[in-house]
């Protein structure tokens, strides 16, 4: 019974995930044909920051470059990450066993990159998310591991 809410809060986690990240890619899209330079500058001087200073410039100069076809990518790549997450979270909630391996596979994928940022540049958010992604990997870990044993006996 326990593995079974875990399971669905694991998978409430994850469908969250994606849903954000679903919301994102379509933020992305209303930004197409829209004077994103603009847009930068505002946000630089609401923040109360100086438009000069070397990172208020880059993502000034990021959003210059920025391209519609860039932005359709990303909020492509959003998308497919979004409905992977969405996937991953439907197979927990029903308890299939793929599910558990793709989210333990998947979560395991990020901890080497996270603990190296959080190495490089550590914030209470890195060591959060790092965090929540071990937690994640070592309950369906442990849900396999359980499952099998019940399997075997």
């Known amino acids: 019974m326990r593995l079974r809410r875990g399971l669905k809060v694991v998978a409430v986690f994850e469908a969250g995930k ?20 603009h847009i930068a ?7 109360h920051l100086n438009p000069a200073s070397h990172y208020p410039r880059i993502f000034i100069d990021m959003a210059a470059r920025t391209t519609d076809q860039r932005l359709w990518a990303l909020a492509g790549m959003a998308f497919a990450y979004a409905l992977v997450r969405l996937v991953e979270g439907y197979g927990l909630w029903r308890g299939r066993r ?25 914030t209470a958010l890195k060591a959060l998310a790092l965090a929540a992604n071990v937690a994640v990997v070592a309950f369906m870990l442990w849900s396999l591991w359980r499952s099998r044993r019940a399997g075997a006996s």
Not at 18 to 37: K, Y
Not at 103 to 120: D, F, N, S, T
């Open 98 to 122: 793929w599910a558990e391996w793709f989210a333990a596979i998947a979560g395991g994928i990020y901890v080497p990159m996270e603990l190296a940022e959080l190495g490089a540049h550590p």
């Open 41 to 47: 500058e505002q946000l630089v001087r609401l923040s």
């Open 18 to 37: 994606g849903l954000l990240v679903l919301l994102a890619g379509f933020g992305l899209l209303t930004l197409l044909h829209r004077d994103l330079q």
